[in-house]
T-cell receptor, first 109, second 114 residues
Framework: DAKTTQPNSMESNEEEPVHLPCNHS???????IHWYRQLPSQGPEYVIH???SNVNNRMASLAIAEDRKSSTLILHRATLRDAAVYYCILRLNNNDMRFGAGTRLTVKP | EAGVAQSPRYKIIEKRQSVAFWCNPI?????LYWYQQILGQGPKLLIQ????????DSQLPKDRFSAERLKGVDSTLKIQPAKLEDSAVYLC????????????FGPGTRLTVT
């Protein structure tokens, strides 16, 4: 299985940008990079995904390295509601999704 | 649009008892997943259905766990008999179809086995 490596935890101040890194040095050409987050006592929710190019949506931006061996999820202005565990996941076309331990983001007021 | 529904939200049972969880996916979603999430870990896929057929059950402990999705809509996950290590949150998710589509998760069922 293609694996990802993320820091166990990160802290941010409210209304400041947050950059959550993910290493995936064994990524293959057909693996999509997906990010999900899980708020306390809730199921995971989709954040963003990409293949090669950087992606933006209303929740976040995804910056993918040129060699695709790493990516960064960017929250442009963190709010208290963004405190969650963020999972970086590599997915093949067959829908296989394997979660790691993720990064626990703490947002300080 | 209604989300993924799960029941019950909480369940406490003694070891060796049986338990069943129910999931109703988002209308029109062909693919349904059951995950197990042990405290402090990410969710682990137990089984994936495409309509009413099993696509992947390689991580399902088949000696005690079973799941079905008879009419390609609702699904049930059963544990019989339960062990202490089955204490976890059981999450149901659905997606439009197979492929790298967004998965929508339900709130989960927290199971405590004593």
């Amino acid at each position: 299985d293609a694996k990802t490596t993320q820091p166990n935890s990160m802290e941010s101040n409210e209304e400041e940008p947050v950059h959550l890194p993910c290493n995936h040095s064994t990524i293959s050409g057909t693996d999509y990079i997906h990010w999900y987050r899980q708020l306390p006592s809730q199921g995971p929710e989709y954040v963003i995904h990409g293949l090669t190019s950087n992606v933006n949506n209303r929740m976040a931006s995804l910056a993918i390295a040129e060699d695709r061996k790493s990516s960064t999820l960017i929250l442009h202005r963190a709010t208290l509601r963004d405190a969650a565990v963020y999972y970086c996941i590599l997915r093949l076309n067959n829908n296989d999704m394997r979660f790691g331990a993720g990064t626990r983001l703490t947002v300080k007021p | 649009e209604a989300g993924v529904a799960q029941s019950p939200r909480y369940k406490i049972i003694e070891k060796r008892q049986s338990v069943a969880f129910w999931c109703n996916p988002i209308s029109g979603h062909a693919t349904l997943y059951w995950y197990q999430q042990i405290l402090g870990q990410g969710p682990k896929l137990l089984i994936q259905f495409q309509n009413n057929g099993v696509v992947d059950d390689s991580q399902l402990p088949k000696d005690r766990f079973s799941a079905e999705r008879l009419k390609g809509v609702d699904s049930t996950l059963k544990i019989q008999p339960a062990k202490l290590e089955d204490s976890a949150v059981y999450l149901c998710a659905s997606s439009l179809s197979e492929g790298p589509y967004e998965q929508y998760f339900g709130p989960g069922t927290r199971l405590t086995v004593t």
